[in-house]
C-alpha cells in the first residue's frame, strides 16, 4: 500500500490553520470494520510520536488543536491553530495491510 | 512506564552481518507484538519486520525479506533483528516499536544506528 502526502513541504504563520492530506493506494478499512490510519509528528534526533490512531482519535496529552479525518482511502490531518512546537516532520501510516507502510512525510516549519 | 531500549548498532562493512537487540520492560512482553522500523538519515520511516506475540508468526518488509531475522526471548524481554548481507542503503536508525492497540505504534525506543559502509 502506498501513501501519498502532500504537501511535502508546509510553510505556515503561527496562529494559523494547516493541512496534510494522506491518500492510500487501497482502502484501509480492516476486516474488523476498523481503520487504522496513524498520524505521527518527529522532530530532529527524536522518535516519531503518535498523535492520531485508527483516522480521528487524538491520543492523550495532545493539544485539541491537532485533528484528524477522512474513511477509505483519503485522509488529513488538521491543525488548527499552529504554534511553535509543532515544527517537525507529520508521517501517516496504515497498519491494515502488510506490510505496514508510512507516507514520504511533510515538514512544517514556522514562515 | 513502557520503555524499549535497542542496542548493538555500529559500523560494518558491506555484506557482513549485525544483530541488534531491543530490551523491553514497564508491560507484559509475552503478550504483545513487537515491530522493527528505520530511517536512513535525513529520510523518511520505513517499516521493517514484525513479530508475534509468542514468537510464532512474523513478517517482513520487501527490501529486507531473506537478508534479516526476526526473534524474541520472552524469558528475557528482548526482540531480536539479525541482519545479514547488509547493503549501504541499510544504514538507518533502527527503532523497536509497540502498541497494545492493533494497527498501529505508540512505544517508540530511542533507536539505534547502523551504518553500513566500506
Known amino acids: 500500500v502506498v501513501l501519498t502526502q502532500s504537501p511535502l513541504s508546509l510553510p505556515v504563520t503561527l496562529g494559523q490553520p494547516a493541512s496534510i492530506s494522506c491518500k492510500s493506494s487501497q482502502n484501509l478499512v480492516y476486516g474488523d470494520g476498523d481503520t487504522y490510519l496513524n498520524w505521527f509528528h518527529q522532530r530532529p534526533g527524536q522518535a516519531p510520536r503518535r498523535l492520531i490512531y485508527k483516522v480521528s482519535i487524538r491520543d492523550s496529552g495532545v493539544p485539541d488543536r491537532f485533528g484528524g479525518s477522512g474513511s477509505g482511502t483519503d485522509f488529513t490531518l488538521k491543525i488548527s491553530r499552529v504554534e511553535a512546537e509543532d515544527v517537525g516532520v507529520y508521517y501517516c501510516?496504515?497498519?491494515?495491510?502488510?506490510?505496514?507502510?508510512f507516507g514520504q512525510g511533510t515538514r512544517v516549519e514556522i514562515k | 512506564q513502557v520503555q524499549l531500549l535497542e542496542s548493538g548498532g555500529g559500523v560494518v562493512r558491506p555484506g557482513r552481518s549485525l544483530r541488534l537487540s531491543c530490551a523491553a520492560s514497564g508491560f507484559a512482553f509475552t503478550n504483545y507484538g513487537i515491530h522493527w522500523v528505520r530511517q536512513s538519515p535525513g529520510k523518511g520511516l520505513e517499516w521493517v519486520a514484525v513479530?508475534?506475540?509468542?514468537?510464532?508468526?512474523?513478517f517482513y518488509a520487501e527490501s529486507v525479506r531473506g537478508r534479516f531475522t526476526i526473534s524474541r526471548d520472552n524469558s528475557k524481554n528482548m526482540l531480536f533483528l539479525q541482519m545479514d548481507s547488509l547493503r549501504p542503503d541499510d544504514t538507518a536508525v533502527y527503532y523497536c516499536?509497540?502498541?497494545?492497540?492493533?494497527?498501529?505504534?505508540?512505544?517508540w525506543g530511542q533507536g539505534t544506528l547502523v551504518i553500513v559502509s566500506s
Open positions: 513479530i508475534s506475540f509468542d514468537g510464532n508468526n512474523y
Open positions: 501510516m496504515q497498519g491494515t495491510h502488510w506490510p505496514w507502510t
Open positions: 516499536a509497540m502498541s497494545p492497540q492493533a494497527g498501529t505504534l505508540y512505544h
